[in-house]
């Protein structure tokens, strides 16, 4: 785990990469539990020999969302820790792409650029990742967002 941060030391970190994560692989087991969570077997998610026959992915791919879901998981290892941070929350995301199939059996991982780090009150601090999730040996990334993450401090922090 990282070293906590300030919010200042933060907000000097705009314009660079924060980091990027370890690989999560797709098995095809993990697709289809996504699909019976969220409720949507569409067959190129859970039907191997249907998907390699009628499309053009060579078979089964993961759901888009199922890839947008592991950001939590991936920024875990990678996204700094603010000093005296109370809560992280997930405020959302403005901008979300998905830019390539991620196939059964690939592993991705993503890549966290820090856009903006804005201090809305003493106790809150939003944090701008320019996102990009990697499909390993892929040309193309599986997708790119714009991803804001709100910390709520337990006390006034110095911004130092």
Same mark, same amino acid.
């Given at each position: 785990?990282?070293?906590?941060?300030?919010?200042?030391?933060?907000?000097?970190?705009?314009?660079?990469?924060?980091?990027?994560?370890?690989?999560?692989?797709?098995?095809?087991?993990?697709?289809?539990?996504?699909?019976?969570?969220?409720?949507?077997?569409?067959?190129?998610?859970?039907?191997?020999?249907?998907?390699?026959?009628?499309?053009?992915?060579?078979?089964? &791919?993961?759901? !888009? +969302?199922?890839?947008?879901?592991? $950001?939590?998981?991936?920024? @875990? %290892?990678?996204?700094?820790?603010?000093?005296?941070?109370?809560?992280? &929350?997930?405020? !959302? +995301?403005?901008?979300?792409?998905? $830019?390539?199939?991620?196939? @059964? %059996?690939?592993?991705?991982?993503?890549?966290?650029?820090?856009?903006?780090?804005?201090?809305?009150?003493?106790?809150?601090?939003?944090?701008?990742?320019?996102?990009?999730?990697?499909?390993?040996?892929?040309?193309?990334?599986?997708?790119?967002?714009?991803?804001?993450?709100?910390?709520?401090?337990?006390?006034?922090?110095?911004?130092?």
């Amino acid at each position: 785990m990282n070293e906590p941060v300030s919010p200042g030391d933060l907000e000097r970190r705009v314009g660079g990469e924060i980091g990027v994560s370890r690989w999560f692989a797709i098995p095809q087991e993990r697709i289809d539990a996504f699909a019976d969570v969220i409720d949507d077997h569409q067959f190129i998610h859970v039907d191997p020999e249907r998907a390699s026959r009628d499309t053009p992915f060579g078979g089964t &791919i993961a759901h !888009g +969302f199922l890839s947008l879901s592991l $950001l939590t998981a991936m920024g @875990a %290892g990678v996204l700094p820790v603010i000093a005296g941070e109370a809560m992280v &929350i997930n405020y !959302g +995301f403005d901008r979300v792409r998905f $830019l390539a199939p991620v196939r @059964a %059996g690939a592993r991705v991982r993503a890549r966290f650029v820090l856009s903006e780090a804005t201090r809305r009150s003493d106790r809150e601090l939003v944090a701008r990742y320019a996102v990009t999730v990697e499909i390993e040996g892929g040309g193309k990334p599986a997708l790119a967002a714009d991803w804001i993450i709100l910390t709520l401090l337990k006390e006034q922090v110095d911004a130092a």
